[in-house]
């Protein structure tokens, strides 16, 4: 079941070789157990989504020139997040901030081709019938 996700979830890049952080300003004045709650716009790179240690994407361009300098050996490079459109699906019955509140089976695709998920929602209530 989808949950509500939060600032400090925890994300993961398909081609990132560290988990990162989600960094959520408090614009939209909601918190969610604590910290701010996120929307699907909460996607800027280097603001919201902090860089997943090196990257092994051959698409990103520093890891193509450092894999050409060495002879075709994948080199990974340091990560510089590209996302430049929002996470989908989000939560569309919900909004925060006049958009959809992002849940944790949402999505973010990095300029680069990897896909972010969320490992760790930061948001850890549930409810017991």
């Given at each position: 079941m989808p949950s509500q996700v939060?600032?400090?979830?925890?994300?993961?890049?398909?081609?990132?070789?560290?988990?990162?952080?989600?960094?959520?300003?408090?614009?939209?004045?909601?918190?969610?157990?604590?910290?701010?709650?996120?929307?699907?716009?909460?996607?800027?790179?280097?603001?919201?989504?902090?860089?997943?240690?090196?990257?092994?994407?051959?698409?990103?361009?520093?890891?193509?020139?450092?894999?050409?300098?060495?002879?075709?050996?994948?080199?990974?490079?340091?990560?510089?997040?590209?996302?430049?459109?929002?996470?989908?699906?989000?939560?569309?019955?919900?909004l925060l901030g006049g958009m959809?509140?992002?849940?944790?089976?949402?999505?973010?695709?990095c300029n680069w081709g990897g896909?972010?998920?969320?490992?760790?929602?930061?948001?850890?209530?549930?409810?017991?019938?």
């Amino acid at each position: 079941m989808p949950s509500q996700v939060s600032a400090t979830a925890t994300l993961q890049c398909t081609f990132g070789a560290a988990p990162s952080t989600l960094m959520v300003l408090p614009k939209n004045r909601v918190l969610a157990e604590g910290p701010p709650a996120a929307n699907i716009m909460d996607h800027i790179p280097m603001l919201n989504i902090l860089p997943f240690g090196m990257c092994q994407s051959p698409a990103n361009p520093m890891v193509a020139a450092a894999t050409a300098a060495a002879m075709g050996v994948l080199t990974p490079m340091p990560c510089i997040p590209a996302t430049s459109s929002p996470w989908i699906p989000g939560a569309p019955t919900v909004l925060l901030g006049g958009m959809p509140t992002l849940d944790n089976v949402s999505k973010c695709m990095c300029n680069w081709g990897g896909v972010i998920s969320i490992n760790m929602p930061a948001t850890t209530k549930t409810m017991v019938p």
